[in-house]
């Protein structure tokens, strides 16, 4: 959008943003009252077929004589509600079945009502139990995550009852959410029902709330005042049981209905807050250029602003690299730590996604070159991460692959395992020695947890699983060329963290300097040590986005940039994560990390939305540090803090609960959780597979080209 359609369209644009904000909050919120009325009424069937099955003498005498079913023979019915009482709230409770189980529970509460004792709490269950059959699983439920594969899957009747459960939503939750109002609304006022809310159905409140749940006006607003209402007569004992708290609930996160003044008054909004048609092609062009976590998080907050956003990338996923040595020592497989990035932004029609390398960029005509094809921008956010670096060495790189990439885990995966292989198959054991030792370059985080996964692989995961030796002999060497591993964690962390190395057999060299590394082995201080396997965690170098944009760069490559992290005299393009080279964590460098990448991005989407929107810039860019975390093996970790410092099995736990809670989609989260689980108490090892072509390394004689990002 240019300047001038930009200052017509301002408030319609900001308005437009906050509106969807508001509702991205209240479908959020919607999915947890969802999540909280199938539990709390699954709890309460579920205690009542427990106390029946605990006392089912009892359970059989009231069935019989206090509250028989005339058209069910006792003994029948006791076990019929208590089998119901009993299955269904599970199911309903994580949302698998959600229809087929909420309407027997439906027909039970009925039944409760008109054969055995009319209560308000029997129509409330009525209720919520209509609702769940009408609207089915909420968002977080079981359900909900099967419905795609169900609806064209080849179970018999899966992909007609998904159907079915999606007609019955469309066309009988209007009618639903309609008469669930009037019936509201009627017991407002006291003409049915009085009792359901008896403390405002003579009141001020009930007859503002009335009128307001019949039309459906101000709905949620109505709601809210209802549930306020009856916790605050709750206080005095005269409220409405939580059944309806929670009904009010469901009502006002999910809104009106279709037949309703609210939907009117949406509809009639929402058209004269959108754009004309002639807008999208108007807005400004934000390229990203990367889907790391600078990329993403960049993306992830322009998506609801007048923006048209390109987000590019030579690959089709975003990739959790804190996780890549799991992958490489086969404890996970790629695709628990990988998210197609077309997935994430699948519902925002203003993000395209391209898979392509970019070769240049024109600053001149505000223009990136995406496999030799020119796409214009108005702003460029580069977040293109890093790569190996081997301090001028770079024909190390086929003897000592690097970790940054899912091939570079891959191949070390089919290296390390092949070792193993080959070692089984040698015929003496000097022939096996140099096959059964790993020599890892480097002890920073990916060096520590790298040597701690081997070492356990080797002693732990690999058991008995050979015959010709002991994988128990394999010599794990983490060489590190400074004074102590860890170097950016506190002296103390950096002790224990050595001392755990060293419990699980890892052989830690300091104050060792790599000086060749050929096919054979390495050559450290002087020493030649024959290792087959050989990794590399030593050392990064950004992508060459310095030399694109012809900026001035810091050591390591990384583009220096304004407080502002936009790139100098370009006040347009800006530089995020391992790409930018910023002094903004209290003077010093801002470390390659995924929080600061993550900050990054946010931070620079906020400065466009300011330009954008006519707001005022936000001050300087500030990295804050959340802490580091390092694991060793399966049960030990180091945490830093600042002024709490964490170690052994808490800071361990801590760990994993961090790294899962900042993996992308619930599907990586859920599996992640469960092999680390299963690998915990088996102590096995998922994935062992040995892929490519060739299985011993192809150690050529020249150098191979190290990887670029995109």
């Known amino acids: 959008m240019k300047t001038a359609v930009l200052r017509d369209s301002r408030g319609r644009i900001l308005a437009r943003f906050w509106l969807d904000t508001a509702k991205g909050a209240a479908r959020a919120l919607a999915a947890l009252v969802d999540l909280g009325a199938r539990l709390w009424v699954a709890q309460a069937f579920l205690v009542s077929g427990l106390l029946k099955v605990g006392n089912w003498n009892n359970a059989l005498e009231l069935a019989a004589n206090e509250y028989p079913v005339s058209w069910l023979d006792p003994v029948t019915a006791a076990y019929l509600g208590a089998g119901i009482e009993l299955l269904c709230p599970i199911f309903l409770a994580v949302g698998l079945f959600t229809r087929a189980a909420a309407f027997p529970m439906l027909v039970l509460s009925l039944v409760i009502q008109f054969s055995y004792r009319e209560l308000d709490t029997n129509l409330y269950w009525a209720a919520l139990f209509g609702w769940f059959v009408v609207f089915g699983p909420g968002p977080l439920s079981l359900d909900r995550r099967l419905a795609a594969g169900l609806r064209s899957g080849a179970l018999p009747f899966a992909g007609a009852a998904v159907r079915f459960g999606d007609a019955l939503r469309r066309r009988g939750g209007p009618v639903y959410l309609a008469a669930l109002r009037l019936w509201l609304a009627a017991a407002l006022t006291g003409l049915e029902a009085p009792s359901v809310l008896p403390w405002v159905a003579s009141g001020w409140i009930g007859a503002v709330a009335a009128p307001a749940m019949a039309f459906g006006l101000a709905t949620p607003a109505a709601c809210l005042l209802l549930i306020l209402t009856q916790v605050g007569a709750g206080m005095v004992g005269r ?304 992508s060459p986005a310095a030399g694109w944009l012809n900026a001035e760069a810091d050591g390591a490559g990384r583009v220096k940039v304004a407080p502002d992290l936009s790139v100098a005299g370009l006040p347009n393009v800006f530089a995020v994560g391992d790409t930018a080279a910023a002094n903004a964590w209290n003077g010093n460098p801002v470390p390659g990390l995924a929080p600061a990448a993550k900050q990054g991005g946010e931070y620079v989407a906020a400065v466009i939305r300011a330009r954008l929107l006519g707001k005022p810039q936000p001050g300087p860019f500030r990295y804050r540090h959340k802490g580091s975390l390092a694991t060793i093996g399966r049960k030990s970790a180091v945490a830093d803090f600042g002024r709490v410092q964490l170690s052994g099995a808490v800071a361990w736990w801590l760990w994993g609960l961090v790294h899962v809670y900042f993996l992308v989609g619930l599907r990586n989260r859920l599996s992640v959780m469960f092999g680390w689980f299963w690998a915990y108490l088996t102590y096995g090892v998922g994935i062992r597979l040995i892929t490519g072509e060739d299985t011993e390394p192809n150690y050529a004689t020249e150098a191979a080209p190290i990887r670029k990002a995109s």
């Open 239 to 542: 409220g409405a049981s939580p059944d309806a708290l929670w009904l009010l609930a469901l009502l006002g996160v999910s809104g009106a209905g279709s037949w309703s003044l609210d939907r009117l008054l949406d509809r009639k909004l929402g058209m004269r807050l959108m754009p004309g048609s002639d807008c999208p092609g108007t807005w400004p062009h934000v390229v990203i250029v990367g889907a790391g976590f600078g990329g993403l998080a960049c993306a992830i907050k322009l998506r609801f602003l007048p923006v048209r956003i390109t987000l590019v990338d030579r690959r089709n996923y975003h990739l959790f690299q804190p996780l890549l040595y799991q992958i490489a020592t086969g404890s996970l497989s790629p695709g628990d730590i990988a998210t197609p990035v077309r997935s994430v932004f699948r519902d925002d029609l203003n993000l395209t996604v391209l898979r392509g390398a970019v070769d240049a960029v024109d600053t001149a005509s505000q223009a990136v070159s995406v496999d030799g094809k020119a796409i214009r921008y108005d702003y460029l956010v580069l977040a293109t991460g890093a790569t190996h670096s081997y301090f001028g060495k770079d024909h190390w790189a086929p003897f000592a692959p690097g970790l940054k990439h899912v091939e570079d885990a891959t191949e070390i995966r089919s290296r390390v395992l092949d070792a193993f292989e080959r070692a089984e198959a040698a015929d003496s054991a000097e022939e096996r020695a140099p096959l059964l030792t790993f020599l890892i370059v480097g002890a920073g985080p990916t060096g520590v947890e790298l040597a701690g996964a081997l070492a356990e692989l080797a002693r732990h995961g690999l058991e008995k699983e050979f015959r010709r030796f002991d994988p128990t002999e394999a010599r794990i060497i983490l060489v590190q060329s400074g004074p102590r591993v860890l170097p950016a964690f506190p002296e103390r962390l950096s002790e224990i963290a050595q001392r755990s190395l060293e419990a699980l057999g890892v052989e830690v060299r300091l104050n060792s300097r790599v000086e060749m590394i050929d096919r054979d082995g390495v050559r450290v201080s002087g020493a030649r040590i024959k290792a087959a396997t050989v990794l590399w965690a030593a050392g990064v170098m950004a």
